[in-house]
Structure formats: C-alpha cells, structure tokens
C-alpha cells in the first residue's frame, strides 16, 4: 500500500502532538482523478510535484485537506494511522471537472509547513475494481490506513 515505506516512522511524527521538529505535519492529500473512467494502476514517479503538473487531458488532482487522525493498532499490536478525507470540489487544480462519474484512482498524503512547500510522503493507488467513482448527489470519504 505504501510506496515509501521509509516514511512509516516519519509519518507517525508527523501527527503526533509535539513529535515533528519542522512544524510539518501530514495534513495534506492529492487526490487524483479521471474524467474518462477507471485507470491502471503505475508506478510512482519519482518527481510527484513534475507528475501532477503534467497529468494527460483526462486526468486530474484535487488538494484537500486531512479531515482526521486517529492513532490505533493493527489486529496484531502493530501502531495503525487512519486519516479521514473528504473529496469534495467541482475542478481539479489543472482545471477539469471533478463531477459525477469521475474515477478517484490515488491518494498521495503530504505534509505542509507552506502550501507551496508539500513534503510528499506516501501515495496508495486504488485496483482498478475498487477505484471510485464520484456519485451524481455528495462527495466521496476516504479512509486511508497505514501501519
């Protein structure tokens, strides 16, 4: 699920209360899109920002904020992080149309001191058969767990 799997530590810091010494804290998601139905999964690029900037015509990202944090453990004791997202907005940051039948297809999680400044962190790319689509009526909520 994790493609940075180095950051697990990092990522816990990141939202707990006092444990990051930059001030930066997940709190950030890029939510990617398509406007053309259900995408393949790829691999990650290594320059995200150089990604998304150049998403093809069909595809875009909405920047949310993370809703919620919730700290746990897994069923075998291991430290779980849940984060709550909402996807909710009308147009993508390059400009398309986030409406009913579109594919949310990644969730990249980020940490922001300055919103230009995202320190992207961990990115989950939804199975083709479970990437979703936005109803016609709401938004859609994504959980997004890490252990």
Known sequence: MITYPAFNQILFKAVSPGASTSGAKIDIAYVEF????????????????????????????????????????????????????????????????????????AVTLAASQHSDQDIFAARYWYPVAEQLEKPAAGSITLSVSLS
Do not use: W
């Not at 920002?49 to 291991?78: F, N």
């Open 34 to 105: 398509s406007t053309a139905g259900a995408v393949a999964p790829e691999a990650t690029p290594a320059d995200m920002r150089a990604y998304l900037d150049s998403l093809p015509g069909t595809r875009d990202y909405l920047r949310v904020p993370i809703m919620s944090h919730q700290l746990g453990e897994t069923k075998d004791g291991s430290p779980q992080l849940t984060m709550l997202i909402a996807v909710d907005g009308e147009t993508g940051v390059l400009g398309r149309a986030f409406s009913a039948g579109s594919f949310v297809y």
